[in-house]
C-alpha cells in the first residue's frame, strides 16, 4: 500500500468520526457575571500623608 494513499484513508476515516461527533454544549455566561470586570482595577499610585507640621528646615 502506498503510504499517501495510506494517510490519506486515515486522515478520511478521522474527519468521517469527528463529523459524526456532535459539537460540545456551549456553557452560558450568568447575566450577574457579565457586569464584573475581569481583572480588578490598578491600585493607585503610593502618595505619603502630608507632614502634620511644617519641617524643621522651613
Known sequence: MDVRTFIGSLSA???????ATPPPPVRVIRAS??????RPRPRP?????????????M
Open 13 to 19: 476515516a478521522l474527519r468521517r468520526r469527528r463529523d
Open 33 to 38: 457575571l457579565t457586569d464584573v470586570p475581569l
Open 45 to 57: 499610585p503610593h502618595r505619603p500623608a502630608p507632614p502634620i507640621r511644617p519641617a524643621s528646615n
